[in-house]
């Protein structure tokens, strides 16, 4: 049975029931301190990394994975037609839902973790498409990732999916923008739903083998200036809609994050030192 938290859990499906209100102070102090804590833990594989790439110290064993494809099956179909109509298929929204999706199975692959992969897979094709103006203008939740759930969820429905597992695709989604998830409380997809769009944002490259992160970029590439612009946009927006919520509280670090990790990805794509 999945954990749908409490109303004070921000992103869990109680939180979202309710519209996915605004912050409270303690909520914001709560992600803030997830930031934190997400930074000492990740520091020295930053580290590790740039210093490998210098050739300073040897690089980081990843295992060897086969590439995470989208699973074939109906509901990622229908979840590709969705991202088209909202974001269309050739936007930079839809070029970062594509890479999520293949980054969460491969974090999963690296982690030797058993996942649902046809539910993972749906809800990173979805995570973002609450910030489409055709959603923004047709759903009634005034909180991004509640829309993204609310689109999902009626697909899912229509498919004839069993609550549990449209639960399961909501939650990935509202919880992916908290600055940290635990597998432990909120389950395996939820966890890697939340790293894959910050790997890929902010150029977490060292958690990819680099023949992976490579073909992942080949098939769908980035665009700096297009993922700035559409960041700038889609963040500004939804801190304009709602001051109080996730992205309100996160916006003054995503724009240097994503010139960042940008930049990174560039170099890691054509195996260029970091």
Known sequence: MINRGSISDVGSLAWAETGGPPLTAMQSLGQVAGMGMVALTTFHREV?????????????????????????????????????????SKSPL???????????????????????????????????????PRAIEEESANEFTVRGAQIAARALADLGWKRDRIDLVSQIITLHPNTHVSAKRWGAEAHYGRLAPVCDGFGEAWRLPRNIAAEIFARHPQDAAQAVEMLDTAVSGEAGRQPGGRFSLLQPIFPPLVRFGCRRWSRVATRQAP
């Open 48 to 88: 590790q990394f740039t210093l490998s790439g210098w050739g300073l110290m040897p690089e980081r064993k990843l295992p060897s994975i086969p590439f995470p494809e989208f699973p074939s099956t109906r509901a990622v179909d229908r979840a590709l037609e969705l991202l088209d109509d909202y974001a269309g």
């Open 94 to 132: 839809a070029a970062h839902s594509y890479r999520c999706t293949h980054i969460a199975s491969a974090l999963a692959k690296v982690d030797e973790r058993e996942v649902d992969e046809e539910a993972m897979a749906v809800a990173m094709l979805l995570h973002d498409i609450g910030l489409a």
